[in-house]
């Protein structure tokens, strides 16, 4: 753009020529100067507002201000809103966790009064001498994902210990390894023995207990109850499958408590101690079968081990 200046105070007219970074040079000087007189006024508001008679121009001022105002507490709301739900989750994974922790603490025997997942951890220390600040907003946010991230992380763990003990506890209580009855001494060991009835020498696939009538006959390993009936040489006779092709034998009972297809803890209670079948007194008879080959039950036993 040229613009031409002709005036009686010039010899001869003058050519000035405006080129797009003058334009540019010029819309900026505008802008800032638009810029510094809103922060100018802004700042002569605030600190000269309560000496301003004009109720026009102060009313003005107070609604910029309320303006301001309620922008911030909105977005104080919103964050807080967030954060609030920040830390319910977090509530939550804590009361996972404490669960998860006591169940670890039974799992692997420690006493509970040693880990109260219950209570806050006791804490102390002298007064600090570097020089104290306060925690921003922005802080404790980043401090709230921060413990989030580590809630997450210590609970898959835990989570994952949890599983690798109980599965260790399950194989262990599916093998026959408990009394299966209160008895002081045995009557016939596992193998060749003299038959009491015929008095020749016979094999013996289990080991008898002596134990008065109703002793209560106890499931030596968790299973699933595959007999549960009279047999003719057994008497009353309860099987349970634990697995693995292994199988427990209890007979010569004067009752059964528990029917096919039932499944029992290690421990529980199955039967009663009798004299049924062949038998010549109140005793129990127990045997281990590994795919279908007696195996000698001392070798499973604790209290006989």
Known sequence: ?????VSSYLAKAKTLTFKKRHFVALLAALFLIVVLMVL??????LRYVDKIDSPSFRSFVMSIQQEEYEKSQQYLSVNLNAMAIKMGQ?????????SVGKRLAEL?????????????PSQGGAVSTSPLRDISFSDFGNQVEDLSR??????????TLDLILRKDRLKKEMRPTNMPVDAKWLSSGFGYRTDPFTGKKAYHKGIDFVAETGA???????????????????????SIDHGNDLISRYAHA????????????????IAEVGSTGRSTGPHLHF???????????????????
């Open 90 to 98: 977090m509530q939550a994974q804590l009361l996972r966790i404490d």
């Open 216 to 238: 209560s006959i106890k499931a030596a390993a968790s299973g699933v109850v595959v007999y549960s009936d009279r047999h003719p040489e057994y008497g009353n006779m309860v």
């Open 254 to 269: 004067s009752k059964r408590l528990v029917k096919v297809g039932q499944v029992v803890k290690q421990g529980e209670k």
């Open 108 to 120: 692997s025997g420690i006493e509970p009064e040693e880990f109260m997942f219950d209570q806050m």
């Open 150 to 159: 580590i809630l997450d992380d210590r609970l898959g763990k835990l989570e």
């Open 40 to 45: 100018g006024l802004n700042y002569l508001s």
């Open 287 to 305: 045997e281990i079968r590994h795919k279908g080959r007696a195996m000698n039950p001392s070798r499973f036993l604790k209290k006989i081990n």
């Open 1 to 5: 753009m040229n613009i031409i200046l």
